[in-house]
């Protein structure tokens, strides 16, 4: 067939000719073929290897017999698309044709290389991969660990010496790998999906999903009392362990388990949110865990409200502030609970006070102890506080006792005394409705208040001061106008001194501090003038004598007048109160009140006749108020009391030494010691002649001016002298020589110096521990010598049938051992007369 040619308008052959390519000489295409080669052998060996499976695998479809078939259907349409293409050559040039030819040549070369390679090397082919694979790898890992050098910015040292530096960096930098992070993160799902799967998270203990699984009769089988006792046990030590297990949780991260407070609550209750009925054990267990948990992670200061919406805070701020704000609800329906816990005890009427409700009750009261002590500022405290006052008024002792050694740890150490004064006053309210009829720890509490140095006049000398201000203030006014200035500056000057003394603080912890004395002898002084026979007398007395030297001076005389009207009227007073009483007057007299004209020989006659009460039974530490009143009437008052009355207490104190414990009678031997020291006078009782001096010394008689005791003398150092006590017979030879500094008789130092209340709580021995320590005897000798005694007898005829009776029983002693018979020596005797 003859080629056709077809007429092509100028148009289409200009743009023909436009895209037509330039014929490339043999050197370019050489250049052109050995960049392909090195694109070639730059490409990745699994993408080759990837082609040539591409290419055996399309090798064997074509092999196939259906593949065949489906050829031998295609060439018919192939063939009538022949005379398309042949009409497609006839329009292109000769040049373009060529190049068709070329490229279609090398690709069936290249196809029939893979061939070649695919059929005859293949096994070859794989082991050549698999070395490249590796060669790869290693040089991909030698160039991560690879380091290179590199020098830093030099420094200057503070000698001007310049520094050189240099750091190993990575040769090759680090590609972030996402796609280990993922896998590394699929990796931790996976281990908490199976944590959760093999029971490692606790919420399967906190929602007790495992209440239900054991019953207690499966097979309808009769129950008996070991089955309960065994079955109860068994419930208590899996609520141990679940107790132990959200406590764990909760103080590991309180911020993410909040949530478990519920469960803990729930077994507080006497039911659960199912039905079920919690023991008293568990319920008692979830009590306590709940106030150690509060105990450790309540912050130590107070939490505010901050509103977030109001106000943009920081992502942390608001973490935090959303975390103390939950902790707070939280604490807030413990205290709720507490609340209802106590109150089922203090409402009137038995018909919730069960047995449970009073155990309950008294863990609660503990709980909410511990909390106020160990965290007295925080929010909510203040009403546990309220609380517990009220609790001290409770029918209930343990209750009382508790409570009352709560209130004296916060008493003695606080420091703001905030809470001390919201205390007083809660407790002054309580005894004011209660119309005195309270407890004796409503008062008792008070005596561990720190009061020292309480001026009790302070408003007084305030408005003194005032008004000295006030004339200097007229004064200025009439100054100059640089005077003015200048007392100016010096005022600013003083105020700044004093904010860097903190004199502020200062004033605000004594006026706190005086409200508290305040409070506490308005409620002293009450319940003396209105309700003098009250159950808690005693206790006001003791508070009295504790804190008498911060007592307002204008109450002296009135309070002197009360107190000799409770002495002489109250017939069944106790020794000790009487003690009390004494003890606050002599305290009053020997202070500021010696400005009264009071003659206070009646309360001589009431101390001198109590001295004897006090023994070493039961009522021994009674004896520490006995040497608190002597140490006032003895040695501060020593110039205000004649020489009879100051003998006579020395010989009634020596008296009472013999009934008391070895610690008693030292502390009175050292005030004895003291007083002998300070005064002459007492050198006439160590004088053994009582011809000298006008009467008898009479012990019983009660009033100690007219006893005549200088007609008499210490006789009971002597039997002092042989005390078991070593310190008790240094003290008594110490006195009985007339109290020596130096010499025979002195005492050693460390003994010497020590007051008595020091010498009454030094060799106290009730702890089991004696002062000196006794010391080991001696094992040089197994067995103790025995002593042969002498007989004494009061005739010579008695004595002498003694030896006749002796020397004929004596013949008989060893028939008598060997038949083990025993000797009647009385009736040998009577038997011989």
Not at 250 to 277: V, Y
Not at 329 to 353: D, H, M, S
Not at 532 to 546: D, F, M, Q, R, T
Not at 648 to 675: D, E, M, N, P, Q
């Amino acid at each position: 067939m003859g080629m056709k040619k077809v007429k092509i308008s100028s148009v289409k052959r200009a743009a023909h000719l436009k895209n037509k390519k330039v014929p490339q000489s043999k050197q370019q295409q050489q250049k052109l073929a050995q960049q392909k080669a090195a694109k070639e052998k730059a490409q990745n060996v699994f993408i080759q290897k990837a082609r040539k499976k591409d290419n055996l695998a399309q090798k064997k479809r074509q092999n196939r017999p259906e593949t065949r078939i489906s050829n031998l259907t295609h060439q018919n349409d192939e063939e009538d698309g022949d005379d398309l293409v042949d009409k497609v050559v006839d329009m292109l040039e000769d040049e373009d044709l060529e190049y068709l030819q070329l490229s279609k040549n090398s690709k069936q070369r290249k196809r029939k290389y893979v061939e070649e390679i695919g059929e005859e090397n293949h096994e070859d082919l794989k082991h050549s991969i698999s070395l490249e694979k590796q060669y790869a790898s290693k040089t991909a890992e030698e160039l991560e660990n690879k380091k290179v050098k590199v020098n830093l910015l030099p420094i200057k040292s503070r000698e001007g010496d310049i520094i050189a530096r240099s750091a190993e960096i990575d040769y090759k930098a680090k590609v972030k790998r996402i796609k280990k992070q993922k896998e590394e993160e699929e990796r931790n799902e996976d281990n908490v999906l199976e944590q959760e799967f093999y029971g490692d998270s606790d919420e399967d203990v906190v929602d007790d999903e495992d209440a239900n699984i054991a019953s207690i009769n499966p097979e309808n089988k009769v129950i008996t009392t070991t089955d309960l006792l065994i079955v109860r046990q068994q419930e208590i030590e899996r609520q141990k362990f679940r107790i132990g297990i959200i406590c764990s949780g909760i103080l590991e991260k309180p911020e993410d388990k909040i949530r478990n407070f519920k469960a803990l609550f729930e077994l507080m209750d006497e039911t659960t949110s199912t039905g079920s009925i919690n023991l008293l054990t568990i319920r008692k267990l979830a009590l306590v865990s709940l106030t150690e948990i509060f105990k450790d992670i309540l912050p130590e200061y107070r939490v505010g409200q901050v509103d977030t919406k109001m106000q943009h805070v920081r992502k942390a701020t608001l973490e935090r502030v959303t975390y103390e704000n939950a902790l707070l609800q939280q604490f807030k329906k413990f205290l709720q609970r507490l609340e209802k816990l106590t109150a089922a005890v203090n409402r009137r009427g038995q018909a919730n006070k069960t047995p449970q409700a009073i155990k309950m009750a008294e863990v609660s009261v503990y709980s909410m102890c511990e909390i106020l002590t160990a965290h007295p500022y925080f929010n909510y405290v203040k009403n546990v506080a309220q609380l517990l006052v009220y609790m001290l008024n409770c029918n209930y002792p343990r209750m009382r006792e508790a409570v009352n050694q709560c209130f004296r740890y916060v008493f003695a150490n606080d420091k703001k005394l905030e809470m001390s004064l919201f205390i007083m006053r809660r407790i002054n309210r309580l005894i004011k409705t209660k119309n005195n009829n309270v407890n004796l720890e409503c008062i008792t509490c008070l005596m561990a208040l720190k009061i020292k140095n309480v001026n009790l006049d302070l408003e007084k000398e305030n408005e003194l001061k005032h008004k000295k201000l006030e004339a200097h203030r007229q004064r200025l006014l009439n100054l100059s106008k640089k005077e003015r200035k200048r007392r100016k500056k010096l005022a600013e000057l003083n105020k700044e001194l004093e904010e860097t003394r903190a004199e502020e603080n200062k004033q605000t912890k004594n006026y706190k501090l005086t409200e508290i004395v305040k409070m506490m002898f308005t409620i002293y002084f009450r319940v003396l003038k209105s309700d003098p026979n009250s159950k808690v007398l005693s206790a006001i007395l003791e508070g009295l004598a504790e804190f008498a030297h911060v007592i307002n001076l204008d109450f002296f005389a009135d309070l002197i007048d009360v107190l000799n009207r409770i002495l002489e009227t109250q017939e069944d007073l106790g020794y000790r109160e009487q003690l009390h009483c004494i003890q606050t007057i002599f305290a009053i007299l020997s202070g500021q009140g010696e400005i009264l004209n009071i003659d206070p020989i009646r309360f001589y006659q009431h101390f001198y006749r109590n001295m004897l009460a006090v023994n070493a039974g039961k009522n021994h530490d009674d004896f520490r108020i006995i040497l608190k009143t002597l140490d006032e009437v003895l040695v501060k008052r020593r110039r205000n009391m004649s020489q009879q009355r100051l003998m006579a207490f020395v010989k009634r104190l020596l008296i009472v030494s013999l009934h008391l414990l070895h610690h008693g009678t030292l502390a009175s031997l050292g005030t004895i010691k003291t007083t002998f020291q300070l005064t002459s006078v007492l050198d006439i009782l160590l004088d053994t002649d009582c011809s000298i001096g006008s009467g008898k010394y009479n012990p019983e008689l009660e009033d100690p001016e007219y006893c005549n005791a200088s007609c008499t003398a210490l006789y009971e150092l002597t039997m002092l002298a042989r005390h078991y006590h070593p310190t008790v017979r240094k003290m008594a030879l110490h006195i009985a020589n007339g109290v020596p500094a130096t010499g025979e008789g002195s005492l050693p130092s460390e003994i010497g110096k020590l007051t008595a209340l020091e010498l009454f709580e030094q060799f106290d021995s009730t702890s089991m521990v004696f002062n000196p320590s006794i010391p080991v005897p001696s094992q040089t000798s197994s067995e103790p010598k025995i002593k042969k005694s002498k007989h004494s007898y009061l005739q010579n005829d008695l004595k002498l049938d003694c030896q006749k009776l002796f020397k004929e029983q004596f013949i008989h002693l060893e028939d008598i051992s060997k038949n083990s018979e025993i000797i009647d020596f009385y009736k040998e005797l009577k038997l011989s007369c």
